[in-house]
């Protein structure tokens, strides 16, 4: 697969452009999707289907595989046009990995996993992907405890919460991007009755920047959000939760709720939050000096089909 895009974009009003500056000392790197750019990129790909993957009556197994290269060509040829016009160009290589396996124990039990992951790397001066090339954590397919493209990086922390009797001890306003990602997911299905199945999981993961990020000033997002060997397992967000699938053969819609176990952007010695957890409001509790008791809120995720 080849494609190619050019974007010549203008930001109309301060406010917005105040906003992208924002996330941009968060570390998210949005704002130079709205730069003159060119990008181009090849995708190969492989995919290896055995047993039909997710046929109820045998166990099965997919595993795909993704190599990317941007501005590939731009090594061979100086394509003039791109200075002559200021367009920013970039240049990386990407790679995904992902595996499934579906277990059928009997007729009404499947137990299924996921192990995921991806590592981009940029070579070009500016040493930043297209924002769509990053990695994201979360969501109803991904660690479903967190909020979608909410988890990462690494310890890096999410600001304080403005809302902490809503939300809990912090915001989630911002996406997360990351140059690495490593998840992992176990799920028990269970056939209940009629077209009505029950499920419990397990997920657990991160990303990660590969390299420092000097654009994170903001005093409040503290930790590291980069990937070090000796500390990358210490980072991994846990959750766990249950849900239900509504097969109607031709479609199967999903409800799970997620709970975190495992939260890396508190504090080491912290980082235990299930029992903290509660299904409904308040989160936190208010005394003369300000919040305190924050709890942390259930994640409910609709989704269409199986997570994977």
């Known amino acids: ?177 990351g140059d690495m990602l490593l998840e992992g997911s176990l799920e028990l299905r269970k056939h209940i009755f009629g077209f009505i199945e029950g499920a419990v999981f397990v997920d657990a993961g991160n990303v990660w920047y590969l390299f420092p990020q000097k654009n994170i000033t903001n005093p409040e997002t503290t930790g590291d959000p980069q990937f070090k060997f000796q500390n990358f397992f210490k980072q991994m967000a846990v959750g766990t939760g249950f849900g239900l699938r509504f097969d109607f053969s031709f479609l199967i819609i999903r409800l799970d709720v997620g709970m975190k176990v495992l939260d890396p952007a508190r504090d080491e010695g912290d980082r235990f939050v299930l029992d903290r957890i509660r299904f409904f409001k308040p989160y936190a509790t208010k005394g003369v000096n300000g919040y305190y008791n924050f709890k942390e809120p259930v994640i409910y995720n609709f989704g269409i089909g199986y997570p994977f």
């Open 1 to 177: 697969i080849a494609s190619l895009n050019i974007i010549n974009s203008q930001i109309k009003t301060d406010a917005f452009t105040a906003f992208l500056d924002t996330l941009y000392a968060h570390g998210n790197n949005l704002k130079r999707s709205f730069n003159p750019s060119f990008v181009s990129s090849m995708i190969f790909s492989m995919t290896w289907n055995h047993n039909n993957y997710g046929n109820k009556d045998k166990s099965s197994i997919f595993f795909r595989w993704q190599v990317e290269s941007g501005g590939t060509l731009q090594n061979f040829f100086n394509y003039k046009f791109i200075d002559r016009n200021g367009l920013q160009s970039y240049r990386y290589l990407r790679l995904n990995l992902d595996f499934r396996k579906n277990i059928v124990l009997n007729k009404n039990t499947t137990i299924a996993y996921r192990l995921n992951g991806g590592v981009a790397y940029s070579y070009d001066t500016i040493k930043a992907l297209p924002y769509e090339k990053y990695f994201f954590a979360g969501g109803s397919n991904g660690i479903r405890a967190w909020r979608p493209r909410r988890l990462g990086e690494g310890s890096l922390k999410p600001v304080r919460s403005n809302y902490p009797e809503k939300d809990g001890l912090y915001s989630y306003s911002f996406e997360k991007p």
